[in-house]
């Protein structure tokens, strides 16, 4: 089973959020490991997708397999930074990472309903984009693996927050459940709407 502590997690939060506030080069853009690791927590879209990922992975995995669908995200979004950094560009990036945070909602709204394949693999293919949109909003020639490291961190941290949310989600029913799966499902729809 699955267990995290919340104030452990809440402070590693709090340390990811205030460590994109200090920069030691001002001016330098999105280019060191700060700027990396706040980046996730900069955009709603990136935030939402990841912690819903979280949630979805209590939702609809077996308790001893729950970290598969932050794992496959964490690995997608990597290989979307490294697509994008060679300078392969996806089309439809922008609106794909919104509409990936309804998809989201949807999936989460279906639970164990939805098989874990093809559920893992729409949350690759959206971490995909997420990856893409990272990638190509942090400044070229930077070290990579340095970078690299920023995002998956911070992404980690967010997919573990969206598990405990998904734990509480459970504890308090399925209206809880279904709440928050309209909320991000009408969240996504409005991002696409701004970004057509």
Do not use: C, Y
């Amino acid at each position: 089973m699955l267990k995290l502590n919340s104030r452990r997690l809440a402070t590693a939060a709090a340390l990811v959020l205030a460590a994109g506030t200090a920069q030691a080069h001002p001016g330098h853009g999105a280019a060191g490991f700060a700027d990396a690791l706040a980046h996730p927590f900069m955009g709603l879209d990136h935030l939402l997708a990841m912690v819903a990922v979280g949630a979805w992975s209590v939702a609809a995995l077996p308790a001893g397999r729950r970290l598969a669908g932050p794992a496959v995200f964490l690995l997608m979004l990597l290989a979307g930074v490294a697509l994008a950094w060679s300078g392969v560009m996806l089309p439809g990036v922008e609106a794909g990472v919104a509409i990936s945070v309804t998809l989201f909602g949807v999936m989460l709204l279906a639970g164990r309903r939805l098989p874990a394949v093809p559920g893992l693999l729409m949350v690759g293919a959206a971490a995909l984009l997420h990856g893409s949109a990272h990638g190509s909003e942090l400044v070229p020639g930077t070290d990579m693996l340095v970078t690299a490291s920023g995002i998956a961190l911070a992404s980690a941290v967010l997919h573990a927050l969206g598990l405990m949310a998904g734990i509480r989600l459970q504890a308090m029913g399925s209206w809880a459940t279904q709440l928050t799966a309209a909320l991000l499902g009408s969240s996504g729809l409005v991002m696409l709407a701004t970004r057509l």
